[in-house]
């Protein structure tokens, strides 16, 4: 049976960004994808684990797990933002540009 190659993520992601309302949906998300990513990197950057996140700021795993996947729609309050940096012994810095 002939197998047919799919295209990779790249080749995928670049034709559906050729639609306009695609690209303008996908750069409206770009600023939550970065915070979730930068939350992962930070803890990471600690030698935190996700566990141990959790329990310093009295939640669950799976709430951090959810907090910073890429896949999933759930955005952060600004308490929970301070609290993880804070868990981290960072500080969390806000700016309008």
Do not use: H
Not at 19 to 37: G, R, T
Not at 46 to 53: A, D, R, S, Y
């Amino acid at each position: 049976m002939p197998t047919t190659k799919r295209p990779s993520f790249q080749d995928f992601k670049a034709k559906a960004l050729q639609n306009v309302e695609v690209k303008i949906e996908y750069d409206a998300l770009a600023p939550y994808f970065a915070l979730k990513k930068r939350l992962a990197d930070a803890r990471l950057e600690k030698g935190v684990t996700q566990e141990q996140i959790a329990q310093k700021i009295g939640t669950s795993k799976s709430n951090i797990s959810r907090l910073e996947s890429l896949n999933n729609t759930y955005m952060p309050n600004l308490a929970t933002l301070y609290r993880y940096a804070n868990a981290l012994d960072m500080k969390l810095d806000i700016a309008l540009k």
